[in-house]
């Protein structure tokens, strides 16, 4: 199980009633918008983000899909690193 943690934010009185999730789902899609903008900045990579809400990668990407946030956005250098990444993970699974 993760460890979690209360944190206060300062939101407009009118914003708060929205945050407060009514059940696993919503508080999961909460937490994985609140870390999105630093995946844009790519401060964090989709694969560390969904480790930090405890979930796969696939995972985290349908959920952002849904929202309506394209995971298919990225540049050429950053589809060329993922699927370098793929290769990697793949050549470990057939050595194996």
Known sequence: ?????DVNI???MEMAVYL???GQVA???RNALLLYPYI???IISHGRAAEIL???KNELIDI????GFSYLDLTMNDLD???EAYRKVKAKGEMV
């Open 64 to 67: 952002y899909d849904k929202l």
């Open 10 to 12: 300062k939101v407009p």
């Open 54 to 56: 405890g979930i796969r």
């Open 20 to 22: 407060k999730p009514s």
């Open 27 to 29: 508080e999961l899609e």
């Open 81 to 83: 690193a993922e699927l």
């Open 1 to 5: 199980m993760m460890a979690l943690v």
């Open 40 to 42: 844009l900045r790519q």
